[in-house]
T-cell receptor
Framework: DSGVTQTPKHLITATGQRVTLRCSPR?????VYWYQQSLDQGLQFLIQ???????AKGNILERFSAQQFPDLHSELNLSSLELGDSALYFC?????????FGPGTRLTVL | AQRVTQPEKLLSVFKGAPVELKCNYS??????LFWYVQYSRQRLQLLLR??SRESIKGFTADLNKGETSFHLKKPFAQEEDSAMYYC???????????FGTGTRLTVIP
């Protein structure tokens, strides 16, 4: 077990809604990364936080936002949801170069 | 822009046969290359990275800068190697990963 936890495991919601995904990194890891895995786009990097500050941005839509709190857990907020946002959302944490992944949150938008 | 290409979506080999999962990349600087693996019902985990030059579970991968490739190889495949394999790249000065689309390896007993 890598120690990265994500909640919830599954989320089913409707188009236009807003959801929050939560990630707790491994103890001591300062960096948190968010990835989206969809059938057509594969695994895509969304955003990285380091010790509360945004460090790098990938293919993250403007409807999506994230933050990292003082206790280092992170939340990914997805708003105005569309059918195409249905995907598996992974969080990873790291201290150095190796990233440790969480089990993912499966989001289904109906 | 960076890009990671895994040309095979599916790959099947017999137990004991050699296996090679292909990965090609494009990146203007000096990237760091990784192989991640996801076994059934488990989370994504690091298999190996090019800078450590190690063999993990019998797998090796050599970075070929001339061919911009980082193919994953194992001389004798085992049933427990059946999994999804992702090649990934991180750019110089950055830790976020760019993934290929993955190859599902099935080892036939």
């Amino acid at each position: 077990d890598s120690g990265v936890t994500q909640t919830p495991k599954h989320l089913i919601t409707a188009t236009g809604q807003r959801v929050t995904l939560r990630c707790s990194p491994r103890s001591g890891d300062l960096s948190v990364y968010w990835y989206q895995q969809s059938l057509d786009q594969g695994l895509q990097f969304l955003i990285q936080y380091y010790n509360g500050e945004e460090r790098a941005k990938g293919n993250i839509l403007e409807r999506f936002s994230a933050q990292q709190f003082p206790d280092l857990h992170s939340e990914l907020n997805l708003s105005s949801l569309e059918l195409g946002d249905s995907a598996l959302y992974f969080c990873a944490s790291s201290q150095g170069n190796e990233q440790f992944f969480g089990p993912g949150t499966r989001l289904t938008v109906l | 822009a960076q890009r990671v290409t895994q040309p095979e979506k599916l790959l099947s080999v017999f137990k004991g046969a050699p296996v090679e999962l292909k990965c090609n990349y494009s990146y203007s600087g000096s990237p760091e290359l990784f192989w991640y693996v996801q076994y059934s019902r488990q989370r994504l985990q690091l298999l190996l990275r090019h800078i450590s030059r190690e063999s993990i579970k019998g797998f090796t991968a050599d970075l070929n800068k001339g061919e911009t490739s980082f193919h994953l190889k194992k001389p004798f495949a085992q049933e427990e190697d059946s999994a999804m394999y992702y090649c990934a790249l991180s750019g110089s000065g950055a830790n976020n990963l760019f993934f290929g689309t993955g190859t599902r390896l099935t080892v036939i007993p």
